[in-house]
């Protein structure tokens, strides 16, 4: 090959470089700040793509089913305690039949909340809603805390503004499309932001998103606790007083985690008898607060075996419900 016929041959070599890169990059920029945010955490590819199916129905809820106050000793009448209201329910897919929100273990079997989610960072999620309210006959959505999503996936409703992943009416359905960034890794709150989101959240329309780290190990047992009011209690999970509150059980040495939250318009003050954990700064904590809609974990080795208690230390919050029993067996 004489000099000249090299010059050109690596002209286009160098231009056909060019032109990858360039088209590279305009890949990246077609993506838009979501895209370039997935790709500059390490790639959502190396996550997994996990499908949700999600409905909204209706339901009779007793919050104190064994109608009394195992604490003071007093009956609850059926009259003050049983409502018919709206729920999160966990399907298979397509709708085709119900299954359990989560593990016998993380509530109990209960409805409230509505299906754990648990993903991992690098996930993308695909949660397929269906309105199936024919109690109220109201419109529901899906909003998500913690994670990363376009416009179209927000579920909050804003006149003029929002569309139908705002305002799914009955009879219908809508897929909400999520990712968990690296600054997703935690437990948050999703729940309904639709038109008749006040009613909705006051009936326990309101579940939990659990990521872990890309890296961290899953814990042995995961307890949901969400404190909200209804009426004259104040419950967990949608349960008012010890013997209607989730009962959770451990065995010394295994890992637990406490996902908790609170929901509704009041603080709270989260308590586990004879145990301790560290916050940020390796702080130990024995009763932390939350806030309407905030959300925090906490974990440790089991070593305490007995029953214990655990509740809203808020007197007057334990006093109408915010109190259950936490079991640990060697």
């Known amino acids: 090959m ?25 890949g990246v920029l077609a993506l838009g700040g979501f895209g370039i945010y997935e790709l500059a ?17 209706p339901v009779a809820w007793n919050i104190t089913p064994n109608g009394h106050d195992a604490i003071m000793g007093m009956p609850v009448s059926t009259a003050q305690s049983v409502v018919r209201t709206v729920v999160y329910r966990r399907y298979s897919a397509n709708w085709r039949k119900p299954e359990p929100n989560a593990p016998v273990s993380s509530a109990d079997g209960l409805l409230i909340p509505g299906p754990l989610i648990q993903a991992r960072v690098g996930d993308r999620l695909r949660i397929h809603f269906k309105n199936m309210d024919t109690l109220q ?22 006149p003029g503004f929002s569309g139908a992943d705002a305002d799914v009416l009955p009879g219908h359905s809508y897929t909400y ?18 038109p008749s989101m006040e009613k909705s959240i ?21 307890f949901e606790v969400v404190f909200a009011p209804w009426g004259k209690f104040m419950t ?26 609170a929901m509704g318009s009041d603080f709270h003050t989260f308590h586990v ?24 974990r906490m974990r440790w080795r089991e070593d ?27």
């Open 202 to 222: 006051e009936g326990g329309m309101y579940g939990m998103l659990s990521i872990l780290g890309r890296h961290e190990s899953a814990p042995d047992r995961e």
């Open 177 to 194: 499309v999520l990712t968990a960034g690296p600054d997703s890794a935690g437990v948050w709150p999703y729940h309904d932001h639709s």
């Open 273 to 296: 008898h004879g145990h301790r954990w560290e916050t940020p700064g390796n702080v130990a904590r024995d009763t932390q607060t939350v806030g309407p809609a905030e959300s925090f």
């Open 41 to 57: 955490a390490g790639g959502s590819s190396k996550g997994r793509t996990l499908d949700y199916w999600v409905a909204a129905v």
């Open 2 to 26: 004489d000099a000249s016929r090299g010059r050109r041959h690596l002209r286009r070599a160098l231009n056909g470089r060019r032109a990858a890169g360039a088209l590279a990059l305009v």
């Open 236 to 261: 967990i999970d949608g349960r008012a007083f010890v013997g209607n509150t989730p009962v959770f059980h451990a065995k010394v040495g295994e890992l637990v985690q406490w996902d908790v939250m």
């Open 137 to 158: 006959r109201e419109p529901h959505s899906m909003h998500f805390h913690g994670v990363h999503y376009q416009p179209t996936s927000d579920g909050a409703y804003v």
């Open 304 to 330: 305490a075996p007995g029953t214990w208690l655990y509740h809203c230390h808020v007197e007057d919050h334990m006093m109408h419900g915010m109190i259950g029993i936490y079991q640990v067996s060697e």
